[in-house]
């Protein structure tokens, strides 16, 4: 009696550590479940896979968390073609600068709410898609609109001596001593009807207040060269940007540039203004 107990209670131990373990050995198909097959071959356990959960019919599916492509604080050419794609969709009045500020996040962020997205100020993969599908490819003048872009090569007559190098063809501006350049600044032109000069010339008159009678503006930090024509800080240029144009003299609208170029230049310097 006691060994007929002892072999019940060994038997339901071994069922219910198989059922704790989750798996059972299964004889291979076409075979026993003795200790051979037909054909005197060993059977051996199959190891059962355990399947992939899957979530429950009522989960909520998310897509993947787009990839951020930029953000506030970061800088370069990429950025300025965002900001120019921004300016064409009028999410954008300012620059392109190239710097991802404050105006440009806000930018960002009026886009996607106006879109239905998430709105984060962040230029990430689907946003972008979303711009680049309701902009164009900018072009140069698209990408430097408020100024900013690289100066071309100097021209060989600013080589030497102190030198205003103005070229027309990149719209800068190069303050040269001996061959080397001090500092560069954006710059911008007469219109149709009222070209800026080309050739050399020289500073002939500064004048740190002037206001213009013939055309009732004001010109500060004025550096006259030919005629009526000067290199001189514009409100207009500074707001507008190449939106506008000047009646002939060389337009610059960053303040802080043209306050230190005014006080280095002296009456006599050498101006050379290209295309």
């Known amino acids: 009696m006691r060994s007929r107990r002892h072999t019940t209670a060994a038997a339901l131990a071994a069922a219910l550590l198989a059922t704790l373990c989750g798996c059972t050995v299964q004889p291979l198909p076409g075979t026993s479940t003795g200790t051979g097959t037909p054909d005197n071959k060993p059977t051996y356990p199959v190891h059962l896979q355990l399947p992939t959960p899957t979530p429950p019919s009522n989960a909520a599916v998310t897509p993947d968390t787009?990839?951020?492509?930029?953000?506030?604080?970061?800088?370069?050419?990429?950025?300025?073609?965002?900001?120019?794609?921004?300016?064409?969709?009028?999410?954008?009045?300012?620059?392109?600068t190239g710097t991802y500020d404050d105006l440009t996040a806000r930018?960002?962020?009026?886009?996607?709410?106006?879109?239905?997205?998430?709105?984060?100020?962040?230029?990430?993969?689907?946003?972008?898609?979303?711009?680049?599908?309701?902009s164009r490819e900018p072009g140069?003048?698209?990408?430097?609109?408020?100024?900013?872009?690289?100066?071309?090569?100097?021209?060989?007559?600013?080589?030497?001596?102190?030198?205003?190098?103005?070229?027309?063809?990149?719209?800068?501006?190069?303050?040269?001593?001996?061959?080397?350049?001090?500092s560069t600044m954006a710059v911008r032109f007469g219109a149709t009807g009222t070209p800026t000069r080309e050739g050399v010339f020289h500073v002939y008159?500064?004048?740190?207040?002037?206001?213009?009678?013939?055309?009732?503006?004001?010109?500060?930090?004025?550096?006259?060269?030919s005629g009526g024509q000067a290199v001189h800080y514009s409100y207009d240029f500074a707001a507008r940007g190449y939106a506008g144009g000047s009646h002939g003299c060389v337009n610059v609208r960053d303040e802080t540039a043209i306050t230190a170029l005014y006080g280095q230049v002296r009456d006599g310097d050498k101006v050379v203004v290209h295309g």
């Open 66 to 96: 787009p990839r951020t492509l930029w953000s506030p604080g970061d800088t370069g050419p990429d950025v300025r073609a965002l900001q120019a794609r921004l300016r064409q969709t009028e999410w954008l009045y300012d620059g392109p």
């Open 107 to 134: 930018a960002v962020s009026g886009f996607q709410g106006k879109r239905g997205l998430p709105r984060t100020g962040v230029m990430d993969t689907v946003t972008w898609q979303r711009l680049v599908n309701m």
């Open 140 to 182: 140069t003048w698209d990408l430097y609109l408020m100024g900013g872009q690289p100066p071309g090569p100097p021209d060989p007559r600013c080589l030497t001596g102190r030198v205003l190098c103005i070229d027309k063809a990149s719209r800068t501006l190069r303050w040269m001593i001996d061959g080397r350049t001090v």
């Open 205 to 225: 008159w500064k004048s740190r207040h002037h206001w213009s009678t013939l055309y009732d503006s004001s010109m500060p930090y004025a550096m006259f060269f």
